[in-house]
């Protein structure tokens, strides 16, 4: 005999029989299905027979695997609160079970559960698969509609209460059952909710086709930052899982959702991190709300944003019972629909937080805190994962850390992908390189000290207190081609232990409007993420003067220079513009840099130095060379000497012999002949022939 029907909207204390085991739940649906197959039309008919065998034998299979024991009493869950978010707290106790919380989360009564067991008769078991299979007009392996109102709803009187509730009730909205589209209504397919199964038997508690993202919170350098108002707000909407939900923006979404997660932490409450796409279909978030409420874990949900067009919504929230973090970047847009949500944006860490935070990931080099602060923008999750290779970096090498170490895990883990017109370049001089006039070199230590010691001077002593890129450093190098510019960046960039993103700006200006603004804010972004210098080479085009409106190309090339002009003032890293004309270079610019360094072309004692520097010492120089004497004849820059230098060792390497006064002639005469410039001739009483150089003609040769 089938059990008596269960009242709509009954007690839910009532139906926690045998402590809500699922399979015994189910087992419990299977044997009402066999009592109505016993009472039904076709009860003579061998293929019903061998069903209600089935059923029978599964019930007491199940029942006997699973007795109630007296110390395993029904659990009484109350059936009113007076705070309405008290069973949500309920749901998210330690020891709920996942269908009490999908009873307080989503408001389910008796006869939902029985919906909801009968829907799980396929996924518990092939042989209820079998037995549905051949009750099915279809012959599918699901329940119909048509069947679930015979077993629940016989009177005809109780039927159009349960079609609304297959087709708009609490189980069909929160996405627990899926009904067909197809055919007349009695013969539509009620399936479960792919991976619902596993979730309520604790097999697969959360779904593969949701990605999860490993983040680890990390507190370290985050104290100061988790008592600010908007956070210790946050975290209250947490505690007491208020149905909101909680954007926490950045300028990039891994920093959103690293705060996020430990927001998450502080509050107290258990929690899952995933990462969805911002075209995420309503299906997809359902289910995230459907297995978080499952598992009792608070969603915390990084928006990826596609670099395509942008989608203009954000997506609907209003199918979680539950509060849920989402982590966005800045100027993405949200959340839509009208559930209730607050903004907590995330400013970047001061460098007193990052000294802390070094200090807390990497306590065995405290004393190099300070400038791995300055050097290295990183948040906490990163910092710490950078220490931890470090350290085994170190230990693989049995010794202890150092500091150094840090900046080759630096480099690796910051080692993104590049935008076009972009390179990466791992500098190896130092200022033993570099051929510059002191006064000059000065300049470059002091714009190293400035990065160096801004804990003292902007936290400490508080100057530029507040003020927007007080923690940049904008230089403008200037000076013919071939002065060194290049080389003082690299320069550097070795002595701040960093990178160097080399930007060709011919790659990074556009003719389509918008595109150059898009173009640099890569850039930019690319710099920050690799807390690289930025060195702008032959920058003019980019910022050079702004020009009288006269048509609409002027008037997108002066938003343009706008733009560039803005994310300067904001880059809190080294930044160098490079000119050979500093005469071409905007007046807002020039006002906005803290040095402009003048690339003279070398002086006589300095073509020397530059002769010396570009062949080594272990060259097989000939006695002859006197490199005062090059240096005397030719007044060419350092690009040129080395250009020179180079060609010259090849020459030599040619004839196979050392390098003679002949080779340098010969390769410096090329570099004048390759600059369009006239060449001052040889020196006196030096005479060359082409077979000197492997050609064949023999006579007298003046270049």
Known sequence: MSEPLSEPFASVSGVFDAGFRPVRAVARIGGRLAGLLEQGPRQDQPIVQSAVVFLRA??????????????????????????????????????????ERLIMGFGLDAVDLDILWTACLPDCHEGYASVLRALSPRGEPQPTVGLLLQLLAPDLIHRPALEHRLTGGALRRAGLILLGEEGPLPERAISLQPGLWNALTGLAPWPTDIELADVHPIMSGLEHWATSPDVLLTRRVVETLEPVTVVVSAEDEATALHRAAVIAQLAGRPYITVRLAATTTPGVWRRLALFAVVSGRIPVVGMVWPDGPKVSDGPDMSMFPIPVLLAVREGAPAVAGDRAWLHTPIGRLSVADRVRMWEGVLPELTEFAPGFAVRYRLEPDLAFAVARSAKIHARMAQRPVSKEDVGHCVRARLNVSLPSGVALIRPTAGFGSLVLAEDRVQQLREAIDRLNHQPLVLDDWRFLHNRSGARGVRMLFSGPPGTGKTLAAEVMAHELDLDVLLVDVSKVVSKWIGETEKNLGQVFDAAERTAAVLFFDEADSLFGRRTEVSDAHDRYANLETAYLLSRLERFEGLAVLSTNLRQNIDNAFLRRLEFVVDFDEPEFEDRVRLWRAHVPQTAPVHEEVDFEELALM?????????????????????HGSSLGRHHFFWAIWREYEKAGRAFPGFPAGVEFTRSMFGVETRQGFTP
Do not use: C, K
């Open 58 to 99: 599964m019930e007491e299979a199940v029942v006997q695997s699973w007795p109630m024991t007296p110390s395993e009493p029904p659990p009484e869950l109350p059936t009113t609160f007076p705070d309405p978010l008290q069973p949500l707290a309920h749901s998210f106790r330690p020891d709920a079970t996942p269908i």
């Open 634 to 654: 030719y007044p060419i820059v350092g690009g040129l000497i080395r250009n020179a230098a180079t060609a010259a060792a090849f020459l030599a390497a040619s």
